[in-house]
């Protein structure tokens, strides 16, 4: 089974630099609709057979398309929302925006029970993501699908990749970061992860931003210019 993470297009808080993570939050911008529309060129031909969205407005407008295309529906799974800001919600000060990184790191590093005022735990977000995971992965399967996209948001997908994926650690998903419509693509690798949710299979990442894990990893580390760079997409804010 393979697994595609898509982060959702641009909106305006993106380019404001603000926590903005409750829902419904804002529509996609004008760049984000391109980018939307452009994910169904990238991913048309990777046979993907369900596709699911976290609630959030801008994720459900970045898979529209792409269901659109391939003849699918999109289902919502509140478990892939974004990572909540809570008492620094719609903040853009880098004290905030700080602290909300500071709760992610802490999370990666495995204290869990690290939480923003006003937000859920790390314990309380792995365990919706988790979830929202399996039950896309169960939905797939009993559809006949051997590959599923689930378009979430910047923070989730990084937290949880950087926590649940091999290939992946807290420092390659910090240094790498995943810009609007970034495509992470994972594989299921087997038993579970020493360190996953009981019963989970366990996912390797294949390409980061189409750029290979190795590659990708040394690039992150330093060692020089990726082989085969990601697309150039305008900057914007990890939420």
Known sequence: MRLILVRH????????????TAV????????????????????????????????????????APLAAALGLDVTVLPGLREV???DREMCGDEESVRAYLGVVGEWLHGRTEVRMPGAESGTEFFARFDAAVA??????AAAGAGTFALVSHGAAIRTWAGSRVGDVDADFVVR?????????ELEEAGPTAPDGPDGAPAWVCRRWMGVAVPTARAAAAG????????PARPPASIF
């Open 135 to 140: 039950s896309a992965r169960s939905a797939a």
């Open 223 to 230: 060692a020089g210019p990726a082989a085969e760079p990601a």
């Open 84 to 86: 909540a800001a809570g």
């Open 24 to 63: 419904p939050g804002p529509s996609l911008d004008e760049v984000g609709r391109g980018q939307a529309e452009d994910l169904v060129g990238l991913l048309r031909d990777q046979r993907i057979g369900w596709i699911g969205s976290s609630g959030l407005t801008r994720a459900r407008e970045t898979a």
């Open 176 to 184: 790498t970061g995943l810009l609007n419509t970034g495509v992470v």
């Open 9 to 20: 297009g641009r909106t305006v808080s993106n380019v404001r630099h603000l926590l903005d």
